[in-house]
């Protein structure tokens, strides 16, 4: 199977963290009269970005239910940032660098006078932030942003250990270890995509594990070219779950489990409500011995996933022409103003 970029994951998250700049905590700067100090106290965190840029916030804000984090994390998928924050640091995460949301809102926290830090391969991200002394952390590069994950997400861990958010180092090899376990289980990857062929996953996370199945079904969609839908616990037990009654066909229940999930009775007796109704869900178990270790591995083995799907279905799994005419056509129509 072709696995793109994934067997170079360990050393994407391993390269990408040496280009963190060391004086981030000492930077100043001055826009519209406004100083800008890096080295104040923040009172959150906003991880701004689109699609494989975007869930780097939804795996953050999963390891922060098992981490100590000592600052609220604020997911932000829009051109514009969440209103009245009060001291925050945004972090604006675009693989290539030209996603227009992203740009926007890093526009955005620098004229409302915050702390700006641009994860990028460059583009017009780095640009816009450069041009204005704000800094960006430049990453190497991959066949398109989805297999960059590790390297948009391992300076963003940095990024958060200089701040004092998380204490993140002494997990990142255990993450690398993850990526590796998973790389390992190509054999189950390809029978779980036959699995899921002819039908409509409905993929089931806890809140603890909504980064990885937002991260599945996006790889669903934009490597497999795949309809998916991902339903959140406790919450989607109190309506996907309504669904189950009827004999709908084509869907396909993938309940994601982790090791030390505090939610993990509850899926449980949900597992056991949909079984009772007939259905027939696929359990995954996600392995890791730490947060960050569950957590790629889980993203590494269900990317696999899609990947195989792919080439069961004859799909190109690298590119995604609707993404791009959308792009085309919001740049074309002066959408935005970047
Ligand atoms: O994985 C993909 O190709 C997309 O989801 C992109 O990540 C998304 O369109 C945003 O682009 P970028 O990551 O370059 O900001």
Known sequence: ?????????????????????????????????KVIDYSEEIDSVVITGMGGSGVVGDIINDLCWFWDCRVPIIVS????????????????????????????????????????IGVTTGGKLSTVLTNKGAPVVL???????????????????????????????????????????????VDDAINLAKQLVNSVPVVWVTESRRGVGIRFKNDLNEN??????????????????????????????????GPNDYEGMYEEVLIDVLSSFGAKPIIVKLEGKTPLETEMYGVTYLGMVTLALAE???????????????KNLLSERRVFQV
């Open 312 to 326: 069961l279905l004859g799909v190109e799994p690298v590119s995604t022409e609707p993404i791009d005419r959308l």
């Open 224 to 257: 497999a070219k795949y309809y998916s839908v991902v339903s959140v616990v406790p919450e989607g037990a109190h309506n996907d779950i309504a669904a189950v009654t009827t004999k709908q066909g084509g869907l396909k229940h993938v309940a994601i489990m």
């Open 77 to 116: 998928k829009n051109m514009r940032l969440p209103k009245r924050l009060s001291r925050p640091l945004v972090i604006a995460i675009s693989y290539s660098g030209n996603t227009a949301e992203t740009i926007m809102s890093a526009n955005e926290a620098l004229s409302r006078g915050y702390p700006v």
């Open 139 to 185: 990453i190497p590069k991959a066949s398109a942003p989805r297999y960059g994950l590790p390297a948009l997400l391992y300076p963003t861990l940095i990024i958060l250990e200089r701040f004092g958010v998380a204490s993140v180092i002494n997990e990142l090899e255990s993450g690398i270890s993850g990526i590796e376990d998973a790389l390992k289980r």
């Open 1 to 33: 199977m072709n696995l793109i970029d994934y067997p170079r994951w360990p050393s994407l998250a391993r390269e990408s963290i040496l280009n963190v700049p060391m004086d981030l905590r000492s930077i100043k700067l001055s826009i519209d009269g």
